[in-house]
T-cell receptor
Framework: DAGITQSPRHKVTETGTPVTLRCHQT?????MYWYRQDPGHGLRLIHY???????DKGEVSDGYSVSRSKTEDFLLTLESATSSQTSVYFC????????????FGQGTRLTVV | DAKTTQPNSMESNEEEPVHLPCNHS???????IHWYRQLPSQGPEYVIH???SNVNNRMASLAIAEDRKSSTLILHRATLRDAAVYYC????????????FGGGTRLMVKP
C-alpha cells in the first residue's frame, strides 16, 4: 500500500472554529489533492498542489485554504467551519503524468455542529 | 474536463463476469481512461487505466473502443468483495493532472 495517511480520522468541531486536516505521504509524489465527498455523491476536488508552495484551486475551493511547505505534507484548513463543510475528506497523491495511478488516503470524517 | 457517462447501478451474480460500461464521447487524444473503485467506508482505489489498447491486470481488464469514445471494465469473476462504486475517469495532461469524478456505477454482487 502507498504511504499516505490522513489525520485526524474523525473530528467534531463547532461552527466558526478553525480546523486543519493533515495529509502525509512517504512516496515523494509531486502532486497532492484534497477532495470532499458528500452522501450520494462522487468526490469533488477542493485544492491541489503540484509542488512545494505550489497550489491551485479546484471545483469547490470556497471556504478552504491549503499549504504545502514540505513535499510530504499537504494541509487543508477551514478558516471558520460551517455546517455545509460537514463531509468526508480524502487526500490523494500522484506522480505527474496522466498515465500513472493516484493513491487515496482512508479519509477524514468531519462533522461541524 | 471531458465528461464520462456510466449507469447508476448494476447487479451481478457471484462468480460471473461483469461488464461495466462507460461512455466518453468528448475524449481528447491525450486523455487516459482510468477506473477507480470505492468500497464502503474507504477511499477510492486504482483499478486499471489505458490509452488506446486493451489492458489487463490482476484485478480486471479494460476494453477500449477503437474510436475511444467508450470503454468497458471487465471483472472476470465477481466476488462479494467487488461490491463497490466504480468510477470511470478521463485523466489528461491538464495543469493538475487531476482526477474528476462523476457519479460512478454502484455494483451489487448477489451470492
Amino acid at each position: 500500500d502507498a504511504g499516505i495517511t490522513q489525520s485526524p480520522r474523525h473530528k467534531v468541531t463547532e461552527t466558526g472554529t478553525p480546523v486543519t486536516l493533515r495529509c502525509h505521504q512517504t512516496e515523494n509524489h509531486r502532486y497532492m489533492y484534497w477532495y470532499r465527498q458528500d452522501p450520494g455523491h462522487g468526490l469533488r476536488l477542493i485544492h491541489y498542489s503540484y509542488g512545494v508552495k505550489d497550489t491551485d484551486k479546484g471545483e469547490v475551493s470556497d471556504g478552504y485554504s491549503v499549504s504545502r511547505s514540505k513535499t510530504e505534507d499537504f494541509l487543508l484548513t477551514l478558516e471558520s467551519a460551517t455546517s455545509s463543510q460537514t463531509s468526508v475528506y480524502f487526500c490523494a497523491i500522484s506522480e505527474s503524468p496522466a498515465n500513472t495511478e493516484a493513491f487515496f488516503g482512508q479519509g477524514t470524517r468531519l462533522t461541524v455542529v | 474536463d471531458a465528461k464520462t457517462t456510466q449507469p447508476n447501478s448494476m447487479e451481478s451474480n457471484e462468480e460471473e463476469p461483469v461488464h461495466l460500461p462507460c461512455n466518453h464521447s468528448t475524449i481528447s487524444g491525450t486523455d487516459y481512461i482510468h477506473w477507480y473503485r470505492q468500497l464502503p467506508s474507504q477511499g477510492p482505489e486504482y483499478v486499471i487505466h489505458g490509452l488506446t489498447s486493451n489492458v489487463n491486470n490482476r484485478m480486471a481488464s479494460l476494453a477500449i473502443a477503437e474510436d475511444r469514445k467508450s470503454s468497458t471494465l471487465i471483472l472476470h469473476r465477481a466476488t462479494l468483495r467487488d461490491a463497490a462504486v466504480y468510477y470511470c475517469i478521463l485523466r489528461g495532461h491538464n495543469a493538475g493532472n487531476m482526477l474528476t469524478f462523476g457519479g460512478g456505477t454502484r455494483l451489487m454482487v448477489k451470492p
